[in-house]
């Protein structure tokens, strides 16, 4: 594929080269942050008559909706409770007014695991909820609220977000492939959206590395303008910060129906932001959520492309195979599938369904997975699978060579360069993997004679039967001569005279 710029992820002691990266578009001129206004009118609890399905523990009892419909302007609509584990999330309806029309009640999905994982900053004080549902500009809403038997849900909110206006929301971004190279999708910024970086709470958080992507979709209507949709993404953010309680936007990406990426949580397009995503699995990995509902209808072909784009370029950053699979840690918590503390195989590019008890990301849009994953290792073509140096520290008079170790996508002729501190290539290693590459190098250069000490570069790059490129890999080894323990006289052989120093 065409050259991918990005930072090389650090592997243990090995030191990576720093090369160039691709970073969100710069923001149009014309953006500018917008602070979003949240209402939040209680819920008051009321028994109603039972319904007439037969009696049992699942029996739902209507509660007390608002007494009257709450007059607010308004975009996005949700509800939520304090956090007790006890509580099983209520079915909630919705309806709401709009240029004097009363919409038809429509039930809002909760959240299930759109979450933090426990332990993390952005679980402090955090509220479980519904999921925001945009519903366009209204005037005026009104809920009902139905609770299974048992402990009931305290300190309900309905939840009224308005995003405000920007010059963002007539931004017209053509989704242009053409202009860049594939491996290097353009994604929106956060200010393209008019994100008010006030309203997040602390610092993102970030893991060491990413070693999957999970995807999600928002379940909102699929009927959104593309003007439309900077508001909506700025609705989503004020409803996870304000009324979810989360330091930020849960999602790392967002993609709408018009094909085109959005920045989602801050901190970096190119680094593991630990987002909120998906509950017991944030950590090593990240999320990518379509706008709109994909339950009973497939993503458009601008929408699976884009995705596609942003999966090949993130996935081949940190040489991950989007054909294998990776084994998680379960932070638990929320509606994780998994207990907290065991480990799960997931495919390295998964759906939200598949770690946790959700119908996330749509019965379409999980269809389509794999063939999302056969398109993602096409667009990444003869990509290096965890390149790896080992040992990455080595000393004089060692009798262990250094070993590079690299997965291959496909088929593809291969070189590694070693390359000393004044970047003077003193050895090359060239061969054709279809697998697998496996170098072996004795600390001598091209003709023999060993190195001295120092720091020296080993770069693996490759090249297809179709003149496509993987993203280089490099590394750097220490080569150090051994310190003299106390009492001791150590002498590597050509080194240092016979006799040891006084």
């Not at 053509?174 to 999708?185: F, I, L, M, Q, T």
């Not at 959206?193 to 006030?198: K, R």
């Not at 119908?359 to 849009?365: I, K, R, V």
Request: with cysteine; glycine share 10%.
């Amino acid at each position: 594929m065409p050259r991918l710029l990005s930072s090389l992820a650090a592997l243990g002691l090995v030191t990576p080269a720093v090369i160039g990266l691709p970073v969100a578009t710069a923001p149009s001129a014309a953006a500018h942050p917008v602070a979003p206004s949240v209402r939040q009118v209680p819920i008051g609890l009321a028994s109603a008559a039972a319904s007439a399905a037969p009696a049992g523990p699942a029996l739902r009892r209507v509660t007390n909706a608002l007494a009257a419909p709450v007059a607010a302007d308004f975009t996005t609509v949700g509800v939520t409770w304090r956090a007790d584990p006890r509580v099983a999330p209520p079915v909630v309806t919705v309806r709401w007014r709009a240029d004097g029309t009363w919409s038809a009640w429509t039930e809002v999905p909760s959240e299930e695991g759109d979450a933090p994982d426990p332990g993390t900053a952005d679980l402090a004080g955090a509220r479980p909820g519904t999921r925001p549902l945009w519903v366009g500009r209204a005037q005026a809403a009104e809920v009902r609220v139905e609770t299974a038997g048992g402990v009931r849900p305290q300190d309900l909110r309905l939840e009224l977000v308005d995003p405000g206006t920007s010059a963002a929301d007539t931004l017209r971004v053509p989704r242009d492939r053409a202009a860049a190279e594939p491996s290097r999708p353009e994604i929106l910024s956060r200010a393209q959206w008019g994100a008010d970086e006030s309203l997040r709470r602390g610092s993102p958080s970030y893991a060491s590395t990413v070693k999957a992507g999970f995807v999600h979709h928002t379940v909102n209507a699929n009927s959104y303008s593309m003007a439309e949709v900077p508001a909506l993404l700025r609705g989503i953010y004020a409803y996870h910060v304000k009324s979810n309680g989360w330091s930020d936007i849960g999602y790392n990406f967002l993609i709408d129906r018009f094909g085109r990426t959005w920045e989602g949580r801050a901190g970096g397009i190119d680094r593991a932001v630990i987002g909120a995503h998906t509950g017991g699995f944030n950590t090593d990995t990240f999320g990518a959520s379509l706008l709109g509902t994909y339950s009973s209808v497939t993503p458009s072909a601008a929408t699976l492309e884009a995705l596609q784009a942003l999966f090949a370029w993130r996935l081949a950053m940190v040489y991950r195979d989007p054909l294998g699979t990776v084994s998680l840690r379960s932070a638990g918590g929320g509606t994780s599938r998994y207990a907290a503390g065991t480990y799960h195989s997931f495919d390295v590019i998964s759906g939200h369904r598949d770690a946790g008890s959700t119908s996330c990301p749509g019965e379409l849009a999980y269809a389509q997975l794999a063939q999302i994953r056969s398109a993602v290792a096409e667009r990444i073509g003869p990509g290096f699978i965890d390149p790896k140096v080992t040992p990455s520290a080595t000393y004089v008079g060692s009798q262990t060579p250094i070993a590079l170790t690299a997965g291959i996508l496909r088929p593809a002729t291969w070189t590694v360069e070693v390359r000393n501190s004044s970047d003077v290539v003193l050895r090359s290693f060239l061969g054709l993997a279809s697998r697998k590459v496996d170098v072996t190098w004795d600390l001598k250069d091209g003709l023999g004679v060993p190195v001295p000490p120092g720091v020296y570069t080993l770069r693996l790059t490759d090249v297809d039967a179709e003149g496509r490129t993987a993203l280089p890999f490099v590394a750097t080894v220490r080569y150090r001569v051994p310190a003299m323990a106390k009492g001791s006289w150590i002498r590597p052989p050509g080194f240092f005279p016979k006799t040891p120093p006084p």
